[in-house]
């Protein structure tokens, strides 16, 4: 019996998709993964400052307002994953690419560590 569910799971950053942008405003588009929960289409987003924040997913309703579709109520949480995501985006400026991150997985029944 693979106890792999029971361990506590770290948040990763398992890809980010480069967008060629100098302007302030959307730079990358991430994905998330805590335990068993994948969260695609983050992005990755640059103030006029010159400071980066992540942006969970949202949807346009007919009314032309955003609704959230991914909320993390966890604000450290959630700022590990800006962190993981700021560091995998900067790597991949400097390689010029956009990255995609591997986390171990049980060798028992595949799951991610």
């Not at 929960?37 to 942006?55: D, K, P, Q, V, W």
């Not at 590990?80 to 028992?108: H, N, R, T, W």
Request: hydrophobic residues 40%; aromatic residues 10%.
């Amino acid at each position: 019996m693979c106890i792999c569910r029971d361990q506590f799971h770290e948040p990763e950053v398992i890809k980010v998709i480069y967008i060629d942008n100098l302007k302030p405003g959307l730079i990358a588009f991430v994905t998330l993964v805590y335990g068993p929960i994948i969260i695609n289409s983050a992005r990755l987003m640059r103030t006029r400052e010159g400071h980066y924040f992540l942006a969970m997913p949202a949807r346009k309703a007919d009314n032309d307002t955003w609704y959230p579709t991914v909320e993390v109520d966890d604000r450290k949480l959630l700022r590990q994953f800006e962190f993981k995501a700021i560091k995998l985006y900067e790597e991949g400026i400097i390689k010029q690419e956009s990255l995609e991150y591997v986390p171990p997985v049980c060798g028992e029944c595949g799951h991610r560590l």
